[in-house]
Every structure is written in structure tokens, then in C-alpha cells.
């Protein structure tokens, strides 16, 4: 398959893993450019969205290592991060708080869908003090960007999701898995050849031949926390928008989304300031998948607002 110049010259930059403990399970983030004086640079972490991983930013993240320090984590359940035998959004916050402690303060976030949420969730219990263990110091998180991220005024509920009823499958050799992979929620994507770059990174081999790497039941071994109430998305924004800790958030999303519709566009448009929302235009829910290019000045232009 033939592949563009970018993408090759993105994917073949460095890249260096990296292993933290966080609440007893190993969380795997990577950086891009470990060779570069970082201590200068602020940090820009990279978070993605429900049965993804870290290398679906690999083709996103190098056009911003001149200005930052840059990583990409896997959340626990996906990618090189460990299984757990329950989740929370509390502990996905303290994951990314913790990746982005582990890498500096001055920390800007950017968060795809679930990822989205979590980094949301995230700046909200950072800026309310509500994570006990959180070691990144209170203004160090600077802002986040969501990408195709649902923003609703109302709290979100619903049935619990079943386990899995099949254990995991295992595919006699890598290009059978490659075959298998589907993007979630489903959606056409005309750039194949990042399709079969991230489903290559989303399978691992075993000892049968290999298996996707992510844990089939997270959203089924989901939990509240117990000691947080945590308020809708509006609600969440408003309250960092109105905090003395100053954590301005932007979105990015797709055009043909399957989550913005016309009114939902409409409303994004009174939460955030007008240069911090962007459409990426032929774009659908995975957004970087669909425009690269595009979505990359769009992600560049929030980043100034926000900065500046």
C-alpha cells in the first residue's frame, strides 16, 4: 500500500515507551520527542476515544514537537496499559492526571470521544480538588481540547452494559486480525491506509496467534465512585470556566458526526467562545481518521486560543 509522504514522515519519527503505576495497574504512555530539551516546552498529552490506543495519534502528534513536550497514553483496558477488574471515571481522571504529572506542569490536553469525557472529567476534579491522588500541582493543567466529544446538559444513565458473551477471539496471524478490526461507532473512512496502521497496533500476539490488545468488557466493569457526584458536562464546563485555576476548553468536531447534529451544533456554539469550537468539514466521528491534515490546523488554531 502506498502511503503519503507526511504520514511516513510522522510515523518514523521517534518514538519512546514509557510505564507508570497508577492504583496498582501499569499505565503505558509514549513520547515524541524525548531527545528534545523539554523542560522548556509545555506538555500536550494526547487521549483516545472507547477500543482505541496511543497510536492513533502516532500520524497527529509529531507536527507539535517543536512547541511541546508530546505524549500519548493508553488508558487501562486498551493498549500496552493493564486490564482492570473494575473502571471508574474517577480512575480514568487519575490516570490522565497521573501521565501528565509524570511529564511536567504546564499540561495541555487533548481528548477523542470517551477520551474526551475523561479528560473532562479530569479538569473538573483537578480544578475542584476532588482527586485524592493527584500530584499534579493545582495550576498546572493550562487547558483541553475535545474532539467529537458529547456535551449535554443532562447527567447520562442507562443500563448497565452485559459482559461479553464470547471470550476473546484469536486470529491465526496478524492479517486475519487486521482484516477483523472495525472502527466504533462504525463509520466509512476513505484513508485505509491509517485503518490498517491502527488495527496493526490494536492486536497483540499470544500464544494460539493474536488478540486485540483491548479489554472487551470496560464499559460492563464501569463504576460510579462512590464519594463523587459528578454533574453533567455543561455543568462541568461552566464550572471550570468560572474557577480561578483558569483552564479554558475548546472542541473540534466532524462535520457529518453522528453526535452534532444541526441543534447540537448550535449549542456548542454557548458553551464554547466562537474561535474555540472548529468543524472539520467531510469529516465524521473520528474526526483525525477522516481530515489528518486538516484536523491538525484545526488543533493548532484551538491550541492558540487557548494559549493565548
Not at 493493564?82 to 499540561?107: P, T
Not at 462504525?186 to 490488545?213: D, R
Request: net charge positive; aromatic share 12%.
Amino acid at each position: 500500500m502506498h502511503y503519503p509522504e507526511w504520514f511516513n514522515t510522522a510515523i518514523n519519527m521517534d518514538r519512546h515507551d514509557h510505564f507508570i503505576d497508577i492504583q496498582q495497574a501499569r499505565v503505558h504512555y509514549q513520547s515524541f520527542n524525548k531527545k528534545d530539551n523539554n523542560a522548556a516546552k509545555p506538555v500536550l498529552l494526547f487521549v483516545h476515544g472507547h477500543a482505541a490506543h496511543s497510536h492513533w495519534w502516532d500520524f497527529i502528534a509529531p507536527d507539535f514537537c517543536q512547541q511541546f513536550h508530546v505524549a500519548a497514553m493508553d488508558l487501562s483496558g486498551s493498549g500496552d496499559s493493564d486490564h482492570r477488574d473494575n473502571y471508574s471515571a474517577y480512575g480514568f481522571a487519575e490516570e490522565i492526571l497521573g501521565v501528565a504529572n509524570q511529564l511536567g506542569n504546564q499540561c495541555y490536553i487533548v481528548g477523542h470521544s470517551f477520551g474526551g469525557s475523561m479528560t473532562r472529567i479530569a479538569a473538573y476534579l483537578h480544578c475542584t480538588n476532588q482527586i485524592k491522588n493527584n500530584a499534579l500541582s493545582s495550576d498546572a493543567l493550562k487547558g483541553f481540547v475535545l474532539v467529537d466529544s458529547v456535551i449535554t446538559a443532562n447527567r447520562r444513565s442507562g443500563p448497565a452494559t452485559a459482559l461479553p458473551r464470547q471470550k476473546q477471539h484469536i486470529y491465526p496471524n496478524l492479517a486475519q486480525g487486521i482484516r477483523r478490526f472495525r472502527l466504533r461507532p462504525p463509520q466509512p473512512c476513505k484513508n485505509k491506509f491509517l485503518l490498517e496502521y491502527i488495527a496493526k497496533h490494536s492486536l497483540k500476539e499470544c500464544a494460539q496467534g493474536f488478540e486485540f490488545k483491548l479489554d472487551q468488557a470496560v464499559f460492563a466493569k464501569m463504576q460510579a465512585h462512590k464519594n463523587v457526584e459528578l454533574p453533567d458536562a455543561v455543568s462541568m464546563l461552566s464550572a471550570l470556566a468560572n474557577s480561578d485555576k483558569n483552564c479554558p476548553a475548546a472542541m473540534i468536531y466532524g462535520d457529518s458526526s453522528r453526535f452534532f447534529d444541526n441543534n447540537s451544533q448550535k449549542f456548542l456554539n454557548k458553551v464554547f467562545t466562537s474561535e474555540r469550537v472548529i468543524k472539520v468539514n467531510q469529516a465524521y466521528h473520528h474526526v483525525f481518521l477522516d481530515q489528518p491534515l486538516d484536523f491538525i490546523a484545526a488543533l493548532k488554531k484551538v491550541l492558540a486560543s487557548i494559549i493565548n
